[in-house]
Each structure stands twice: as C-alpha cells, then as structure tokens.
C-alpha cells in the first residue's frame, strides 16, 4: 500500500507558497539586521567615579571629560564615562609615556 499526499486545491496552493515566500523575505530581512548588530559595538556608559581609572586620579579622568578627550554623558548631576572609550585613551596615552 502507498500513501498518497491528500490533494490540495490551487488556492491552498497558492496560499501556501505565499506563506513561504513572506517567510524568506522575513528571514532575510532577520539575517540583515543581526549582521548588523553584530557590526556594531554597544556602548557601555559607566559612573565616572566608579570608572576602573587605573593609576590615575578622579580630577585627572574628570579633565580628560570636559576636555572631551573621552566619551561622556551628563544624566541629572552624574557624569557617565564611555567604558571603551576611556580604556582606548588610557591605553593610547600609557604606550606614549612608556619608556
């Protein structure tokens, strides 16, 4: 005995290779923007005074910021620091003071 596939009219047809069709454009579009966030770094906003400042003093971050030297973000009376971009600027002014 051989099953067969139950017959499908054209319109069931039709409507079920729309569905696929909306289907791949979705997953396309998916694929796009994970492609795109995966391109993109996410910003990591820290407190100023928490921020790991290494050898150096809270004033000495706290200039580097109005100075605009590194990234920062006023919310209410908090300064937040761009955790990436104070690494960056503390390890691009360490390989110049080494010796």
Request: proline share 4%; no cysteine; charged share 30%.
């Given at each position: ?5 139950p017959?499908q ?19 396309a ?15 990591h906003?820290?407190p100023l ?5 290494g ?15 590194i ?7 908090r ?10 600027f ?8 080494r010796r």
């Amino acid at each position: 005995m051989t099953s067969h596939p139950p017959r499908q009219s054209q319109s069931e047809r039709d409507r079920f290779e729309s569905i696929i069709a909306e289907f791949k454009r979705d997953n396309a579009a998916l694929r796009q923007r994970v492609v795109e966030l995966e391109g993109k770094q996410q910003e990591h906003w820290i407190p100023l005074k928490s921020a790991d400042r290494g050898p150096h003093s809270y004033n000495t971050i706290r200039r580097w910021a109005e100075r605009g030297l590194i990234k920062t973000r006023h919310v209410g009376g908090r300064v937040f620091v761009e955790a990436d971009s104070l690494r960056q600027f503390m390890a691009m002014r360490s390989s110049f003071t080494r010796r």
